[in-house]
C-alpha cells in the first residue's frame, strides 16, 4: 500500500516542552500515536519524518517523488513556511494530494507568520486545529484520493 507521508519541520520534535500556550502540551511521538490509530481505522499506511534541516527535507521531498511508495503527503515546514523557496519548489514538482498544516492559526500571530511560501504549491492549507490538526489532515487527504 502506498503511503501517506508526514513531513515536519525545525522545532517539532521539540513539541510538548516548546511554547505550550501556543502548541500544547502534545509530543510529536503522541501525534503520531494519534495518526496511525486513525490510519488503521480508515485504511492507510503512514511514515512520519522530523527534520531541524532545510536541505534534509528538500532531499526528502525529491526522494518522495521520485519513489514509487507514496500517495499523498501532509507538511508542517513550521518556520521555513515563511522563509524557504527551496522547500516550495521541491513541493511543487510533487503530482500527489499535498496539505499543508500548522498547528496553531499562524494568521492571528506576528506578521512575519502570515506569508507562506508553501501555500502556493498545495492543494489545500489548514492551521489553528492545535494537535488535531494532523488526525483532521489525514482525514482530509482520505477524502482527496477517493475524489
Ligand atoms: C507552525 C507555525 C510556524 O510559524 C512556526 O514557525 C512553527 C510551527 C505551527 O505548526 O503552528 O514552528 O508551523
Same mark, same amino acid.
Given at each position: 500500500?502506498?503511503?501517506?507521508? !508526514?513531513?515536519? +519541520? ?13 502548541? +500544547?502540551?502534545?509530543?510529536?511521538? &503522541? ?6 490509530? %486513525? ?5 492507510? &499506511? ?65 506578521? !512575519?507568520?502570515?506569508?507562506? !511560501? ?9 492551521? +489553528? !486545529?492545535?494537535?488535531? +490538526? ?10 482527496? %484520493?477517493?475524489?
Amino acid at each position: 500500500m502506498k503511503k501517506i507521508l !508526514f513531513i515536519n +519541520g525545525p522545532n517539532l520534535n521539540m513539541l510538548g516542552k516548546r511554547q505550550v500556550e501556543i502548541y +500544547g502540551s502534545y509530543s510529536l511521538q &503522541d501525534i503520531e500515536a494519534q495518526c496511525l490509530d %486513525l490510519a488503521k481505522k480508515i485504511g492507510l &499506511d503512514i511514515e512520519f519524518f522530523q527534520s531541524n534541516s532545510e536541505g534534509e527535507i528538500v532531499d526528502k521531498i525529491q526522494n518522495m517523488y521520485l519513489s514509487n511508495n507514496y500517495a499523498g503527503l501532509i507538511i508542517n515546514a513550521a518556520a521555513y513556511t515563511h522563509t524557504s523557496i527551496a522547500i516550495a519548489d521541491a513541493l511543487a514538482m510533487v503530482g500527489m494530494p499535498k496539505i499543508e498544516l500548522h498547528i496553531s492559526n499562524i494568521y492571528k500571530r506576528e506578521n !512575519f507568520r502570515r506569508k507562506s !511560501f508553501v501555500s502556493a504549491v498545495v492543494d489545500a492549507s489548514m492551521c +489553528g !486545529f492545535g494537535a488535531e +490538526g494532523y488526525v483532521l489532515a489525514l482525514q482530509a487527504i482520505k477524502n482527496m %484520493l477517493k475524489e
